[in-house]
C-alpha cells in the first residue's frame, strides 16, 4: 500500500493548489473529497497527517472564490446565541480526543453538499422502504455521526427546534477546520 510522509502530502497539495483555476472550482468538490480520502486512508492513524488532510482541504475551498461559507459567524445570534459556542466546545473536545473525527468531520459535510445542496440529508436513517445516503455502499466509510447527534442534543437542550441538522454539520465541519487551524499556527 502507497504511503505518503507529511513532506510528500503538503508538496501534493501545492501542486494541485497551483494548477487550480477559477473555471475547475465546480469540480473542486469531487476531486477534494477524493483528495481527503486517500490522505486519511495513507495516514494509518496519523494524526499529523490528518491534520494536513483538513489543512488541505480548508486551502483548497478558499481558492474557489464561488464557494461560501454555509453558517455564518453570528447567525444564531439572536435565536440561539450559545448555539456557537456550543458547537465550538464540543468540537475542541472531539478534535482534542480523537484529532482523525477533524477530517472525517469535514469530509462528511462534503458528501452532503455533494449531490443537491447541504440539506443534512446524509444523516438521516434508513426506513424500512428506503435506503438513506449513509447507508450507501459509497458512503458506509463515513464517520463522526455520534458526534453531530451529541452536539444537536446540547443544542435541542439549549434551543429546541432553531439549529437545524445541516447547520449542525456546516458548524461542525467549519469548527474542526478552526481549531485544526489554530494547531497548525502554533
Known sequence: KLKWNETEAISRACNILLYIDGWACGLLH????????????????????????????????????????????????KTCPQAEDI????????????PGL????????????????????????STTNNTAEKDSPLNKGL??????????????????GVVSCADVLALAARDSVRIV??????
Do not use: W
Not at 33 to 45: C, D
Not at 181 to 186: A, G
Open 30 to 77: 469531487i476531486y477534494l473529497l477524493k483528495l481527503i480520502t486517500i490522505i486519511i486512508e495513507m495516514a494509518s492513524g496519523s494524526a499529523a497527517l490528518s491534520v494536513v488532510a483538513v489543512a488541505m482541504a480548508a486551502a483548497l475551498l478558499a481558492l474557489c472564490g464561488s464557494t461560501e461559507a454555509h453558517t455564518q459567524f453570528g447567525a444564531y445570534n
Open 87 to 98: 458547537v465550538f466546545k464540543e468540537m475542541t473536545a472531539v478534535v482534542a480526543k480523537s
Open 102 to 125: 477533524a477530517g472525517s468531520l469535514l469530509r462528511l459535510f462534503s458528501v452532503d453538499c455533494f449531490v443537491g445542496g447541504c440539506e443534512g440529508s446524509i444523516l438521516l436513517d
Open 143 to 160: 464517520r463522526g455521526y455520534d458526534v453531530i447527534d451529541s452536539i444537536k442534543a446540547k443544542l435541542e437542550a439549549a434551543c429546541p
Open 181 to 186: 487551524r489554530r494547531r497548525l499556527s502554533k
